[in-house]
């Protein structure tokens, strides 16, 4: 049989063997074919895989472990390092900052993850180059030296990433807005927010925010900011961001507990959001063909929840967002049946929300010339102003 399908089976006398032969012989071919293997294995998969070789770990044979390092992967870098640091400790120091200053991407990322189990105190000298690596274009070694940098409380990456949000390049603010939710810094929340409503990233930006403060928590201490960044999650789903982020960002309870608990006129748009896009994902199977067995349950029990919601309950609040000044009116106005509705939003400063206006008059039908006169009236972009009069 093959030793990865005996490593990753479900028989302990056959997966312990192969993962202490693994660590005693120090048998790279296997270990190099294990991490190819990292896109076909469920998560659970690999942790067990993980914890195996873990267990074959002894103060004999852990430098073995060294001969791993060639081969990347965010699936066991956490073992690895733990391994290395709980049999090696700061003796293996010397050998670990060879490689990271000499080492490729890859070994520095294991090396880094080392470096988070290491006292504080032996790392000073090494912190002009943790920042330098924290931005590295090698994700897995700027994530493990942002969680160093944060574990260091280094004030200063922290507060040139605060600085790169005030970025006219959207991507260094999307670089900026990933470095401070990795480093944790929870003080950053209200600037983050204040950056998605503006960029054209949205989606992206609203896709790390749950991770640095739970829904939940957002639920309670800024309800419309914990929905906006719901409404810009579920309508970037599948494309931007993967379903099985539903079970991460708790969604099946988060959206019993608005439709049960806390409806309200940005809650309900939310849910009309949801609502729809849910019932598309269950409706089109290539949307779950690649979601593993967990996900695709969650999903259909989403859409199972959402489907009872009452569309005409949501329906008769959402029109309390339908003013330029709300954070939900792009969201709303989707589900606008009234043209005398969408009509009044054409007299708005928001040139965006004017273009949104007119493309859904006319897939209605009803877009006429004095429709563009008036909002051609309030649009000075030269590039909406081509779009509107070809539309």
Do not use: W
Not at 22 to 27: C, E, F, I, P, Q
Not at 256 to 268: C, D, K, P, R
């Amino acid at each position: 049989m093959d030793l990865i399908k005996k490593l990753t089976g479900k028989d302990p006398a056959e997966y312990e063997n192969v993962a202490r032969a693994l660590v005693d012989n120090a048998d790279t071919g296997l270990f190099e074919k294990l991490v190819k293997q990292d896109s076909f294995l469920f998560d659970f998969v690999k942790n067990n895989v993980a914890r195996r070789i873990q267990r074959a770990c002894n103060k004999d044979n852990y430098l073995n472990l060294m001969n791993f390092l060639n081969y990347y992967s965010p699936s066991y870098d956490t073992m690895i390092a733990e391994v290395l640091y709980e049999f090696g400790g700061v003796e293996l120091l010397p050998a670990m900052k060879e490689i990271f200053l000499n080492g490729t991407d890859g070994q520095k990322a294991y090396v880094v993850k080392y470096f988070s189990f290491v006292p504080e105190n032996y790392l000073e000298e090494l912190l002009p180059l943790i920042r330098q690596t924290a931005v590295s274009d090698f994700e897995p070694l700027s994530v493990n030296s942002i969680e160093v940098l944060s574990k260091m409380n280094d004030e200063i990456s922290k507060q040139e990433a605060f600085e790169k949000l005030n970025s006219q390049d959207e991507f260094e603010q999307y670089n900026a807005v990933k470095f401070l939710v990795t480093y944790q810094a929870k003080d950053a929340l209200e600037k983050i927010v204040d950056v998605m409503k503006k960029s054209t990233l949205s989606e992206n930006i609203a896709s790390e925010i749950p991770y640095l403060v739970s829904i939940e928590e957002l639920l309670k201490t800024a309800p419309d900011t914990a929905i906006l960044v719901l409404c810009y999650i579920v309508s970037a789903m599948p494309e931007i961001i993967p379903l099985n982020a539903s079970i991460d960002y708790n969604l099946y309870n988060v959206f019993e507990q608005l439709y049960l608990e806390n409806l309200t006129s940005s809650s309900a748009v939310l849910l009309r959001l949801a609502k729809d896009k849910f019932a598309e994902l269950t409706a089109n199977e290539e949307y779950l063909f690649d979601c593993d067995k967990n996900t695709k349950e969650e999903v259909f029990a989403i859409n199972n929840l959402l489907s009872g919601v009452n569309r005409n309950k949501l329906k008769s609040l959402f029109y309390d967002e339908l003013y330029e000044e709300s954070d939900f009116v792009s969201f709303a106005i989707d589900y606008v049946d009234e043209i005398e509705e969408l009509e009044t939003l054409l007299d708005s400063t928001n040139q965006t929300l004017i273009l949104k206006v007119l493309t859904l008059l006319k897939e209605k039908g009803v877009l006429n010339n004095s429709h563009k006169e008036l909002a051609l009236n309030n649009i000075t972009s030269d590039d909406i102003r081509e779009v509107v009069k070809v539309l």
